[in-house]
């Protein structure tokens, strides 16, 4: 596996080289979204309204951080699980966001629309809020604040340690591990 310094806005070709197991340093901005706030994005696009950023090469980040404390940028800011934007991600990937952030596994349906828009799925180390938080060196609010910590933000991030879950090529890092180490699901 190979680690890869990464700058945003992504693009197909930035990201063209990317495999699924990857170490990525991430730097530029990216937003904060969850559950809340994708619903509202959501409402939005059905309703053919403009969304309150540029969608298009953008990375979004699933989390909620804690409260900011004197002399820091951000709270602790550990991934949320990704599950609960799957409704959401096909649809905004079609839009042209590029990336997204978070830990878990994606739907068969998020990684299809992966594949179709050239997108990468990170995942980000859960457990690892304080540490990850020091990646964070701006934290603008951009929209929804009263939704509190689930309020969309814009983040700059200096080398923020993820890896590549999900590829452009359809490879999924989780189908991997469990080829790799013969791990057999009960049906």
């Known amino acids: 596996m190979?680690?890869?310094?990464?700058?945003?806005?992504?693009?197909?070709e930035k990201i063209k080289d990317l495999k699924a197991g990857d170490s990525v340093k991430l730097s530029g901005y990216i937003y904060t979204a969850r559950d809340?706030?994708?619903?509202?994005?959501?409402?939005?696009?059905?309703?053919?309204?403009?969304?309150?950023?540029?969608?298009?090469g953008a990375v979004i980040y699933y989390?909620?951080?804690?409260?900011?404390?004197?002399?820091?940028?951000i709270g602790s800011a550990g991934p949320t699980t990704s599950y609960r934007m799957d409704?959401?991600?096909?649809?905004?990937?079609?839009?042209?966001?590029?990336?997204?952030i978070g830990k878990g596994q994606r739907n068969k349906e998020v990684r299809g629309a992966i594949t179709r828009n050239k997108g990468i799925y990170f995942g980000?180390?859960?457990?690892?809020?304080?540490?990850?938080?020091?990646?964070?060196?701006?934290?603008?609010?951009?929209a929804y604040e009263d939704l509190g910590p689930e309020a969309i933000r814009k983040l700059y991030v200096e080398d923020f340690p993820l890896t590549v879950i999900n590829d452009i090529y359809g490879n999924d890092l989780y189908d991997i591990g469990k080829e790799q180490y013969k791990i057999v699901e009960d049906k």
């Open 63 to 73: 989390v909620g951080p804690s409260p900011t404390m004197p002399n820091q940028v």
């Open 124 to 142: 980000a180390t859960g457990g690892a809020a304080a540490l990850i938080a020091k990646a964070v060196k701006e934290n603008e609010l951009v």
């Open 2 to 12: 190979k680690e890869i310094k990464l700058i945003t806005p992504l693009t197909d």
């Open 36 to 56: 809340s706030a994708h619903a509202r994005l959501f409402k939005l696009v059905e309703e053919g309204k403009e969304l309150p950023f540029d969608i298009k």
């Open 87 to 100: 409704a959401y991600a096909p649809t905004l990937l079609d839009l042209g966001l590029k990336g997204m």
